[in-house]
């Protein structure tokens, strides 16, 4: 199954998130727009949103509020009726996790580039995405070390990014084009692994693929 180890997965304080709502948000560099006026979604836990838009349309920036990487903008967000303006960006990162469209790949093992050093049963997630064909279609081990992403090609760097993501519980997952370099295989699978991050999480999709609009709840055009 595809969702393997999915059911136990490592564990840390955060914020238990059903709901996130956006109200009149604008964000803008340098007083150059990045959003349209007035930006308002209502995001539930147990749905899939892909969020589509054109590149420059704020796709990224968005992530980035939600992560409290960027601060200046105006209107309100709330996570379960609490303003993120007053959430630490610790309290954040440990309640959404987010998978860009080409993962960091860090010099170290395979291991810790997916466990970033935290003690996560990595064993149990080598399953996901078939990863452990990869592991040895490369002739590597978890233990085997890494230089920089040129010492993977882009699916191995989204699957290590993608099972980096989900290994860790969080109440929402942002997934940034996860499927650009992921053969058709391995994107059924990607879909069969959020369907079940959904039933407990709010899980949103950046994508300009056909296949995202196919397994989305909603979707939002920017």
Not at 46 to 53: N, P, Q
Not at 61 to 70: D, F, N, R
Not at 73 to 79: D, H, Y
Request: glycine residues 6%; charged residues 25%; contains cysteine.
């Amino acid at each position: 199954s595809t969702s393997r180890g999915l059911g136990d997965v490592y564990k840390r304080q955060q914020m238990d998130i059903s709901k996130i709502e956006i109200k009149d948000v604008n964000f803008s560099y340098k007083d150059v727009k990045v959003y349209r006026k007035n930006l308002n979604m209502y995001l539930e836990k147990g749905s899939i949103y892909l969020i589509k838009g054109k590149n420059g349309s704020g796709k990224s920036t968005l992530a980035g509020i939600l992560l409290k990487i960027w601060n200046d903008f105006s209107g309100t967000i709330l996570l379960d009726g609490k303003s993120i303006t007053n959430l630490s960006r610790e309290i954040l990162t440990e309640t959404i996790g987010i998978c860009f469209q080409k993962p960091p790949i860090f010099r170290d093992t395979i291991r810790n580039n997916i466990a970033l050093n935290d003690s996560i049963p990595v064993e149990k997630y080598i399953s996901l995405l078939s990863f452990y064909k990869d592991l040895e279609e490369m002739g590597r081990t978890l233990e085997s070390e890494l230089i920089d992403t040129g010492s993977v090609s882009g699916g191995q760097a989204q699957k290590i990014g993608i099972i980096r993501t989900v290994c860790r519980e969080r109440s929402v997952y942002i997934f940034d084009e996860p499927t650009s370099n992921l053969d058709s295989v391995s994107k059924k699978e990607f879909y069969d692994i959020i369907e079940h991050l959904k039933q407990n999480s709010i899980v949103i999709l950046f994508s300009h693929e056909a296949d995202a609009e196919k397994n989305a709840d909603f979707i939002i055009e920017l």
